[in-house]
């Protein structure tokens, strides 16, 4: 045993233990992100003097470059732990300008403490135990309570954490160091993919079970990195009553996938899990519903299309982790503690890919996050600009910017359907398309209804999730994105969306008639309830 010093810093009913990493609010621990933890320290150090913004940029990201916007989202999310808000700003006080201080009177204790060995120097035994009361206390956190009827980015958070957190990564690994079993269980290493089974009415979907799985069995198999069961192995189970842990023994493998399709109408809903064989333990759950109008389209119009990408490492475990804690907000079960492997740095970039963040927004944040980050990098943004959204109607202050933008002469593409599924919403565009037509914005209309959403700024940044570029979206809505700042990241949404332009058609710009114009400005002035 060594004799250490601690600091620590109380402010009201906070605690702040730098050296572990740790903020107590009644002697429960309180989950913050690694930049917003930094931040905070970097604030309380400096208790009632003003921190510059270029000084906490150097701090924060000391070897990157970052947009400004960056420091904003950080703040906010540092708000939020806190509980403050930009009205009382109990604790974080915005300098106009010139950047932040910490508000409330600091109380710094100086604690003499007997420091214990390190987990690897310790008993086996002691490491373990350690480890596990580490878990503990990481579960805490994820079952905390956050204020706030959050029942609406569920829904989006669902989505995502099912496209992100793909079979890939729960299966084999989740780069970063989340493990999808508990502490001490083996990963799994050997699976079979089950025919999916179909619920309810018979309406000829039998097939699409073993049709399903095949496909999956296909792109697991190509990976290379897990011994997968073949399709010629799981047809006796189609149509046929299971048992899967017995499916799994037989088929001699450490887990079994299995599904369920449910129809209602056009819309089809698909829920799969991952049963673990030896103890048939549910390792993973989760499901999508995917509508008709991806596939045949409707009444006559073309397949709608959409952007989906696959996560892994600290940004699909922040999307769980925001998910979790709006999941117990809104009154549902907690999920089962997921092992933490020791020693890893779950802010580092994943292998293979560049640095992403995980971005929520609505009425729950601090400040206005994706909004904010939009208009910074529209100020900031050099030579392109390329945009994909299925409805496009911005505020004043995004479209200024925009315009501002295209005006220093950046070449900005727009891509928006011809026609939405929203024919409100393609009324009240117009008059921001043509502002920004005649600021030189080239705007493409695509013959059919694209749903997905990203925004790339030259070569440094880009922006996917569910945020739509309308005002209802970005400062109502329960939303969240990804924010890219890797090059292959970048390079992949850029052709996405160029790929987009040529089948798409100019924007007629023409001024408006006198009643359509006036029918225009009236629809604006609701755009909020639309």
Known sequence: MLTDTKNLYQFGPFELD???????????????????????????????????????????????????????????????????????????????KRGYRFAAAVNHVIQEDQAEAPLEARPK????????????????????????????????????????IVFMARIVRVKGGITPQPVGNPKVQSLAVLPFQTVGEKTGDEYVGIAMADALITKLGNSGKIVIRPTSAIQKYAGAPRDVKASGVEQGVDAVLDGRIQREGDRVRVTVQLTRVRDGVQLWAGGRNLAAEYFTGLHGAKPWRDLSFDLQGPVATAAASQFEADWVAAGGRPAAPAGVSPGVDTSAPQRGGGRAQFLPSGPDQAEDTVHALLIDACFHVRERLLIVTPYFVPDTGLETAMRLAARRGVKIDLCIPAVSNHRLADFARNRALRALGTAGVSIHLLPYMNHGKAVVFDESLAISGSVNLDSRSLLLNYECAVVFYGAREIDWLANWIQDLIPEAQPFDGRPPGLWRDIGEGLLLTVAYQL
Request: charged share 25%; hydrophobic share 45%.
């Open 18 to 96: 730098p050296a572990e990493r740790l903020l107590v609010f009644n002697r429960r621990a309180v989950p913050v992100t690694p930049k917003a933890f930094d931040m905070l320290v970097f604030l309380v150090e400096r208790s009632g003097h003003l921190c510059q913004k270029d000084e906490l940029m150097k701090a924060l990201w000391p070897d990157s470059f970052v947009e400004e916007g960056n420091l904003s989202v950080t703040v906010s999310s540092l708000r939020k732990v806190l509980g403050d808000d930009r009205g009382q700003q109990r604790y974080i006080e915005t300098v106009s």
């Open 125 to 164: 035994k002691q490491a373990i135990a350690a480890r596990m009361e580490l878990l503990t206390e990481k579960q805490a956190l994820l079952n905390s309570n956050f204020p706030g009827p959050l029942v609406w980015r569920l829904a989006t958070l669902a989505a995502i954490v099912v496209i992100a």
